[in-house]
């Protein structure tokens, strides 16, 4: 053999290599009610023994990349109070839409411990929070996800931005102030509309930077101010209010920061919240405890700098297996309770809702990772002040009641974690920065093999009004 056809051969066979090792099994479906046909949102796909995994949108749908390695493993599809379906990862496309059916837990068999079990839902509770010493990450890890942030109001998304993550926790004992960083490794779509963005941002920015205190956001007008001193604005209050590391550092991280100062679910959590047990059901064959979340004697108060984040009553439900006392999901709400909340709530946003929160965790290595997060606030961009007497048309657009605020949504999907200490201490010594409007250029072969959450359909027309307005890094 000639040794350029040698050489083309053994070029050939590596590529074969490559690709085959990076070559990726697109699973899609749709999962249904058995009994309803209706679809199941945030129902759990993944692969079993692995950390791959999604869940459902709103219309039940769902899109998971598995590796060719892992063609022969059982994908699992699962949520909470109905069975589990299992089937090959190669052949779970040849299946049809994927129906569940409800199943309820037996309590009928005798169960023998040393320590008494619980009664009642504060009880569950409090030992499921005793627990988490033995639950949660006790080592350091590195979980690689996929961050979706958008903001829209009640008819079109403002602006839209996708990126891949890294989160480093050192373990559940150490604070997240010091011992916790994000980092943005890839930008997959950037529609971003700030220069349309909050006036009332800006003339938040400028009251706390510049000590102004006669300034009067009525007079500020968008064509006076440069987009690069607005999008300045709005990154300063996006650190202080939902940015990626308060997410992570801030109160609502329930169970992380359980040990904080003021921590929500911390020493006091049965001044705040009372918790009931509403029924015993089944996930993925496990009994799980369904519990209320109500609100108890004080108020909820976020304590955000600069930001009156207080006055709330909490509502919800948490998810606690009944072998171990695992938290498996919490879904969460602050409701606007003092009159001077509600008052805000009902001026500003329009909702007495003002922080809604899910949070799901996988079990790995008899660890419970978080997997899925959402997170919504309404987010005030223009002057709650409407003056009296007839106004212009430019006075009428800035006051219309549904361009008064954005919802402001952070999705959050891990599909990686990183155990290995040598890799996680490569990554750390590399700049880690969680600014996710930090320009990056789009990177499509990465994407390709990358795991993001499927968009709604609803969101799929959004975004295709959005793009008629913006640029678009993905192709």
Known sequence: MAPNSRTLHIFLFLVCIAFSSQAQIEVKNKILDFATGLPLENASVYVQNTTIGTVSNVDGKFVLLVPSKHAKDTLVVSTIGYKSYKVPVDVANDEGEIYLEEDVASLDEVVIVADPRPQTGNEVVLRALEKLQENMPDSAYIQKGFLRHKERNT????????????????????????????????????YDLRDVDSLFTYYTYLKNTTGNKTLKAENLKRDTIPTSRLAKAIKWNDTRVNGLPNLFKGKLNLLRNTQEEGALFGDDILNKHLFSVDTVLVDNGRKIYKIQIAKGK???????????????????WIYIYWDNYAIKKIEYELVAASPAQKSR?????????????????????????PSYIYYETPKLVNVGYKPKGKMTKEAEARYNKEERYYFTVQEILFSEIIEDKAAIAKALNQKWEADIFSPKPYNKAFWKNYNVLLESEEDEKLIQDLTKRSKLFKE
């Open 155 to 190: 008819k079109e998304f403002k602006w839209l931005i996708e990126s891949a993550i890294s989160l480093y926790d050192s373990g559940f004992a150490s604070p997240t102030n010091q011992y916790l960083k994000v980092n943005v490794d890839e930008m997959r779509k950037s």
């Open 345 to 369: 709530s009902k001026t500003l946003f329009g909702t007495q809702t003002n922080h809604k929160l899910i949070i799901n965790y996988m079990a790995y290595n008899d660890k419970m990772y």
């Open 298 to 316: 004080t108020y909820v108060g976020l304590n955000t700098e600069g930001i009156y984040n207080e006055g709330y009553h909490p509502r919800g």
